[in-house]
């Protein structure tokens, strides 16, 4: 289980490129994956002998456009786990995947398909995201070693706080930065500091001016609460005669932070503290792959759902399609289509009985759609309109919304994303369960999948559902 408890760890994909960074590692991880693309479509028409006709120039356009925005910047902290490195490569394929489908479906629209030799566009399509990866693994080394030859910025953190050596342990475990962490400035005596801040410390805020001076201090990092904004003006009015660089670091470790970036709101410098995972080229690639997954899903499962809906129809009065009302993206109703499996339809609206072991309600045929999740099936027309997706927290009846939200903190948090017809707390084991300890459970592991997305996660969530439907204890 992937613990919401820990420190926010930013993840370089989501997070622009500091102005504090060496030009180097700025191209590195702005331009590496959009660039990587073109230069392999180049050796492909070079293997194949084949020039760099128009056709061939507009796909590496595309491709260079389409890979900045779905495979966004370089993560550098490349993780050193082999399983870690899978899920890495997996993911780089399945957004690769994307930008493949993008650029197919614009060269059909604009019936440039057949003019191209796709033993060069195949060639280009399989080794491009090897090489991607490659690129990702080996980036940081080649870094370190450039680096080396530089001379390296120096920088002071102002606070001897947990937050202050945090940010210095992350600085000094990133050779690639360039950077040397001098040390701390603190009123506190050092028995009052954690420990390794005080063997690191240099001298009372008050001194910070004269040393930055002294010493050639290229940063400042200020990792003071903003309670104590007295002592922080004080500090930034005695380092406005300093060429130095100043950063304030917020403290946000005191939330449980959702999707944490940072923006411009017309040039005021804003911090998303809850938002939704899926802004710019992730929205597009979300939607793109839950319209294709439930396209697909319906045409390959047409003949069960047809069963299905002819078994209802013809064991039990009333309609085929069960229609509910819940809360989807942004709180707001959304109706939502099942499988009737029940003798009566209540909307849950203002009431809701959850369902029991042995429930008098469920009809024959409703126990079995129940037990194997067919009762479902019609949700991925919910998907098609747009109003859910094939992956998100499950939608709850408005009823047990209302109950909830008023018992469990952040619970309304799970609607900043649409819902899903399967989720990461359904294939963890909490499907089912009215009670506020598994309600809870759920709650947690809806805020870690909007914490943590990816289109890797969705598609191990995919996987993982057709394991757990079939031994589902929870489903009756």
Same mark, same amino acid.
């Given at each position: 289980?992937?613990?919401?408890?820990?420190?926010?760890?930013?993840n370089?994909?989501?997070?622009?490129?500091?102005?504090?960074?060496?030009?180097?590692?700025?191209?590195?991880?702005s331009?590496l994956?959009?660039?990587?693309?073109?230069?392999?479509?180049?050796?492909?028409?070079?293997?194949?002998r084949?020039?760099?006709?128009?056709? $061939?120039?507009?796909?590496?356009v595309?491709?260079?456009?389409?890979?900045a925005?779905?495979?966004?910047?370089?993560?550098?902290?490349?993780?050193?786990?082999?399983s870690l490195?899978?899920?890495s490569?997996?993911?780089?394929?399945?957004?690769?995947?994307?930008?493949?489908?993008?650029?197919?479906?614009?060269?059909?629209?604009?019936?440039?398909?057949?003019?191209?030799?796709?033993?060069?566009?195949?060639?280009?399509?399989?080794?491009?995201?090897?090489?991607?990866w490659?690129s990702?693994?080996?980036?940081?080394?080649i870094l370190?070693?450039?680096?080396?030859?530089?001379?390296?910025?120096?920088?002071v953190?102002?606070?001897?706080?947990d937050?202050?050596?945090?940010?210095?342990?992350r600085?000094?475990?990133?050779?690639?930065l360039?950077?040397?962490v001098i040390?701390f400035?603190?009123?506190?005596?050092?028995?009052?500091?954690?420990?390794?801040?005080?063997?690191?410390?240099?001298?009372?805020?008050?001194?910070?001016?004269?040393?930055?001076?002294?010493?050639?201090?290229?940063?400042?990092?200020?990792?003071?609460?903003?309670?104590?904004?007295?002592?922080?003006?004080?500090?930034?009015?005695?380092?406005?005669?300093?060429?130095?660089?100043?950063?304030?670091?917020p403290?946000?470790?005191v939330?449980?932070l959702?999707?944490?970036?940072?923006?411009?709101?017309?040039?005021?410098?804003?911090?998303?503290?809850?938002?939704?995972?899926?802004?710019?080229?992730?929205?597009?690639?979300?939607?793109?792959?839950?319209i294709v997954?439930?396209?697909?899903?319906?045409?390959?499962?047409?003949?069960?759902?047809?069963s299905?809906?002819a078994?209802?129809?013809?064991?039990?009065?009333?309609?085929?399609?069960?229609?509910q009302?819940?809360?989807?993206?942004?709180?707001?109703?959304?109706?939502?289509?099942k499988?009737?499996?029940?003798?009566?339809?209540?909307?849950?609206?203002s009431?809701? =009985?959850?369902v029991?072991?042995?429930d008098?309600?469920?009809?024959?045929?409703?126990?079995?759609?129940r037990?194997t999740?067919?009762?479902?099936?019609?949700?991925?027309?919910?998907?098609?309109?747009? =109003?859910?997706?094939?992956?998100?927290?499950?939608?709850?009846?408005?009823?047990?919304?209302?109950?909830?939200?008023?018992?469990?903190?952040?619970?309304?948090v799970?609607?900043?994303?649409?819902?899903?017809?399967?989720?990461?707390a359904?294939?963890?084991?909490?499907?089912?369960?009215?009670?506020?300890?598994?309600?809870?459970?759920?709650?947690?592991?809806?805020?870690?999948?909007?914490?943590?997305w990816?289109l890797?996660?969705d598609?191990?969530?995919?996987?993982r559902?057709?394991?757990?439907v079939?031994?589902?204890?929870?489903? $009756?």
């Amino acid at each position: 289980m992937l613990n919401s408890r820990e420190p926010i760890q930013y993840n370089d994909r989501a997070a622009s490129v500091s102005a504090s960074e060496p030009l180097s590692l700025f191209v590195v991880k702005s331009l590496l994956y959009p660039i990587v693309p073109v230069l392999t479509l180049g050796l492909s028409l070079i293997l194949w002998r084949e020039g760099l006709h128009g056709q $061939y120039f507009l796909v590496a356009v595309l491709a260079f456009i389409f890979a900045a925005e779905l495979l966004d910047a370089v993560p550098l902290d490349a993780p050193r786990a082999r399983s870690l490195a899978i899920a890495s490569l997996l993911d780089i394929v399945a957004r690769w995947l994307l930008v493949i489908l993008f650029i197919w479906a614009l060269l059909e629209v604009a019936g440039l398909a057949d003019r191209f030799n796709w033993r060069v566009l195949l060639t280009w399509a399989i080794s491009t995201p090897i090489i991607l990866w490659c690129s990702q693994l080996s980036a940081p080394r080649i870094l370190q070693r450039a680096g080396a030859k530089r001379s390296r910025k120096k920088i002071v953190i102002a606070g001897a706080t947990d937050l202050g050596l945090k940010l210095a342990e992350r600085i000094t475990a990133a050779p690639w930065l360039e950077t040397d962490v001098i040390g701390f400035f603190d009123d506190r005596h050092a028995t009052r500091l954690p420990s390794r801040c005080a063997s690191h410390l240099l001298g009372k805020l008050s001194n910070v001016s004269e040393f930055v001076a002294r010493e050639g201090i290229d940063t400042v990092y200020v990792t003071l609460p903003m309670t104590r904004h007295r002592r922080v003006r004080e500090l930034l009015l005695s380092l406005g005669d300093s060429t130095a660089s100043i950063y304030f670091v917020p403290d946000l470790t005191v939330c449980d932070l959702v999707q944490p970036r940072f923006d411009l709101v017309n040039g005021v410098p804003v911090v998303a503290v809850c938002e939704s995972p899926f802004y710019g080229g992730r929205g597009i690639a979300k939607r793109f792959s839950d319209i294709v997954i439930a396209s697909l899903a319906l045409l390959v499962i047409s003949p069960v759902m047809i069963s299905v809906a002819a078994a209802i129809k013809l064991t039990s009065p009333g309609p085929i399609i069960f229609k509910q009302r819940r809360y989807g993206l942004d709180g707001k109703e959304i109706i939502v289509y099942k499988f009737r499996s029940m003798s009566v339809t209540e909307d849950g609206q203002s009431t809701y =009985t959850q369902v029991q072991r042995n429930d008098v309600r469920v009809t024959s045929v409703g126990a079995f759609i129940r037990a194997t999740s067919l009762d479902e099936l019609p949700q991925l027309l919910n998907v098609l309109e747009g =109003t859910m997706s094939i992956v998100g927290p499950r939608p709850h009846a408005i009823a047990v919304n209302e109950q909830y939200r008023r018992l469990i903190p952040g619970y309304m948090v799970r609607h900043k994303v649409k819902p899903g017809i399967t989720g990461w707390a359904q294939v963890n084991g909490f499907r089912g369960g009215d009670d506020i300890g598994s309600m809870r459970q759920r709650i947690e592991f809806d805020l870690e999948y909007l914490q943590h997305w990816s289109l890797t996660l969705d598609l191990m969530i995919i996987l993982r559902t057709a394991l757990v439907v079939w031994n589902d204890r929870h489903a $009756y």
